[in-house]
């Protein structure tokens, strides 16, 4: 059975690998993303097209985001 909640009230998800999946059976409203929005700089656009997301490392997180790859796009 799946858990129930007030709806009137926002849930904010973080299991992990299962953040998205979380959002689009609606068991979250919200998901937290921690290390990995700071390991994938293009997290959304990563979201939207079901991409595999970077792996965090945690030594780069105060260096700079120019240390994780970027997917290539073609939007402009």
Not at 21 to 41: F, K, Y
Request: glycine content about 10%.
């Amino acid at each position: 059975m799946a858990p129930t909640r007030d709806s009137s009230t926002a849930l904010i998800g973080d299991r992990g690998g299962t953040r998205f999946a979380d959002l689009d059976s609606r068991l979250a409203d919200a998901v937290s993303a921690g290390a990995t929005a700071l390991a994938t700089p293009d997290l959304p656009h990563r979201a939207r097209t079901g991409a595999p997301l970077n792996e965090p490392d945690p030594p780069t997180f105060h260096g700079g985001y120019t240390d994780y790859r970027i997917l290539p796009t073609t939007e402009s």
